[in-house]
């Protein structure tokens, strides 16, 4: 059984900073594609940065510049630095693991979790 376990978030000041957390336990392989989204109440879950094997990174346009994602695969793990941040970026804040190089609807997500951004 596949496990995505998030970290690190919290309530912080605008301006601040965060880093997230996703470490994976189970039977699993590195070689996948992973990846940040986050949801706020009465929207849609919004995709943020994906991580490719090979380090190569992608992000949505709200978050380049103030985020970095970066990935462990000797601990099979994915972190988000969070920086600069606004209100506008409290959210649920969820992780993803694919089961390949491509996103598909079997992914494993983390259960997620708050990030406020409040003074």
Do not use: H
Not at 90 to 109: F, P, Q, V
Request: proline fraction near 3%; aromatic fraction near 10%.
């Amino acid at each position: 059984q596949v496990q995505l376990m998030e970290s690190g978030g919290g309530l912080v000041q605008p301006g601040g900073s965060l880093r997230l957390s996703c470490a994976t336990s189970g039977t699993i392989w590195s070689g996948v594609l992973m990846g940040w989204y986050r949801q706020v109440p009465g929207k849609q879950r919004e995709w943020i940065a994906s991580i490719a094997p090979t380090g190569y990174s992608t992000y949505a346009d709200s978050v380049r510049g103030r985020f970095t994602i970066s990935r462990d695969d000797a601990k099979f793990s994915v972190a988000l630095q969070m920086d600069n941040l606004t209100p506008e970026d409290t959210a649920t804040y969820y992780c993803r693991r694919a089961k390949g190089r491509t996103w598909d609807i079997s992914d494993y997500w983390g259960q997620g979790m708050q990030v406020t951004v409040s003074s």
